[in-house]
T-cell receptor, first 116, second 112 residues
């Protein structure tokens, strides 16, 4: 049973289109994230939600809109897709344990987005 | 200055050797430090975490942290071809500990 699952795995689309990526975790975690990994493999945080509340919003174009209907789901909608949006988008989740400092991330398998 | 810096490599070691991966970070207030392994076409997976100065060992892996020097390293003993992957250094910073910043990763090749 997959812990963090995201769909679709591959997404090929034309410039200017709107697309969505969905993510679900069954780990019972409170926090979910979207990361973008570019062609140079650099993994950059985009958004984070904790218990459905947006807590991290990096300098991402407002064409990107995350939505968390509940703490187990985090979706990413992208409007007016551009060539530069081509990347692998990873969903992740974590649980902050009382008394511990660390935030271990559990990643989904990624969505390869190709904008033509 | 990048927040988390790693040598992109590639780092090539023979099978059975020790692979040494290094990372520096810029935020002195960082509390938690992680090493993730990412195979080509796969997602990152956590292999080590450390938050106190010194060494932490887990099997063939040892993580080392020096907060004064803002330096984290990962040693892989008895390297195997299956260890060939990109190793991502990650640092947890920011209010509430929710923001984890990744380095660009070091590609490791272990030659049989």
């Amino acid at each position: 049973d997959t812990a963090v699952s995201q769909t679709p795995k591959y997404l090929v689309t034309q410039m200017g289109n709107d697309k969505s990526i969905k993510c679900e975790q069954n780990l019972g975690h409170d926090t979910m994230y979207w990361y973008k990994q570019d062609s140079k493999k650099f993994l950059k945080i985009m958004f984070s939600y904790n218990n459905k509340e947006l807590i991290i919003n990096e300098t991402v174009p407002n064409r990107f809109s995350p939505k968390s209907p509940d703490k187990a789901h985090l979706n990413l909608h992208i409007n007016s897709l551009e060539l530069g949006d081509s990347a692998v988008y990873f969903c992740a989740s974590s649980q902050k344990v009382l008394g511990q400092k660390n935030e271990k991330l559990f990643f989904g398998s990624g969505t390869q987005l190709s904008v033509l | 200055q990048k927040e988390v810096e790693q040598n992109s490599g590639p780092l090539s070691v023979p099978e059975g050797a020790i692979a040494s991966l290094n990372c520096t970070y810029s935020d002195r207030g960082s509390q938690s430090f992680f090493w993730y392994r990412q195979y080509s076409g796969k997602s990152p997976e956590l292999i080590m975490f450390i938050y106190s100065n010194g060494d932490k060992e887990d099997g063939r892996f040892t993580a080392q942290l020096n907060k004064a020097s803002q330096y984290v390293s990962l040693l892989i003993r008895d390297s195997q071809p299956s260890d060939s992957a990109t190793y991502l250094c990650a640092v947890n910073m920011g209010t509430g500990g929710f923001k984890t910043i990744f380095g660009a990763g070091t590609r490791l090749f272990v030659k049989a």
